[in-house]
C-alpha cells in the first residue's frame, strides 16, 4: 500500500493484504503504531518525494541530471487533511 493510501490519522505507518483463498476474501491488515494523540504525528511519516517529476521526457533524454522533487504545497495540503487517502502522507 502506498503511503498515501494509509490513514494517518490512527498512526498506521504500513497495510498488507491477506488472501484467503478458500473463502475468496481479501484481508487489508493495518499497522498501527500505538499513540495516545489521534493529531499527525510528523516522526514517524518522514518526508518523501512529490508526486510531480522532476524532469521532462526531452530533458532526461539530453542526460539532463535533477533531484528529486520536494512535495509541493497541494501535496502537503493534501496530506494535512485527517483521514486522507490521496495526498503525499505527509502531515
Known amino acids: 500500500?502506498?503511503?498515501h493510501g494509509l490513514d494517518v490519522?490512527?498512526?498506521e505507518v504500513f497495510r498488507f493484504y491477506k488472501l484467503i483463498t478458500l473463502k475468496g476474501l481479501i484481508e487489508p491488515i493495518s499497522m498501527i503504531v500505538p499513540r495516545r494523540s489521534e493529531t499527525y504525528?510528523?516522526?514517524?511519516?518522514?518526508?518523501?518525494?512529490g508526486t510531480e517529476p522532476a524532469l521532462t521526457p526531452d530533458e532526461w533524454l539530453s542526460g539532463v541530471n535533477r533531484g528529486k522533487?520536494?512535495?509541493?504545497?497541494?501535496?502537503?495540503?493534501?496530506?494535512?487533511r485527517?483521514?486522507?487517502?490521496?495526498g503525499s502522507g505527509n502531515r
Not at 522533487?69 to 494535512?80: A, F, Y
Open 1 to 3: 500500500m502506498p503511503k
Open 69 to 80: 522533487n520536494p512535495p509541493g504545497e497541494r501535496e502537503r495540503e493534501r496530506g494535512n
Open 9 to 11: 490519522s490512527a498512526c
Open 82 to 86: 485527517s483521514g486522507n487517502r490521496s
Open 41 to 49: 504525528q510528523e516522526d514517524i511519516y518522514p518526508m518523501t518525494p
